[in-house]
């Protein structure tokens, strides 16, 4: 949880706004592969492609 604060401190002293779309997409992925792995909801991530 510390990492996200220090990530969200570096994003508003910085001015990387453009950095904020990059980082949820980057971690919507890890949780789809995550869930993915998973086997109750892998059948349900599997039609989504």
Same mark, same amino acid.
């Given at each position: *949880? $510390?990492? /996200?604060? $220090? /990530?969200?401190?570096?994003? *508003? $002293?910085?001015?990387?706004?453009? +950095?904020?779309?990059? =980082? =949820?997409? +980057? =971690? /919507? +992925? %890890?949780? /789809?592969?995550? %869930?993915?792995?998973?086997?109750?909801? %892998?059948?349900?991530?599997?039609? +989504?492609?």
């Amino acid at each position: *949880m $510390e990492d /996200l604060k $220090e /990530l969200w401190q570096f994003l *508003m $002293e910085r001015k990387k706004w453009w +950095l904020t779309p990059i =980082i =949820i997409v +980057l =971690i /919507l +992925l %890890a949780l /789809l592969v995550f %869930a993915g792995s998973s086997s109750t909801v %892998a059948p349900f991530v599997y039609t +989504l492609f």
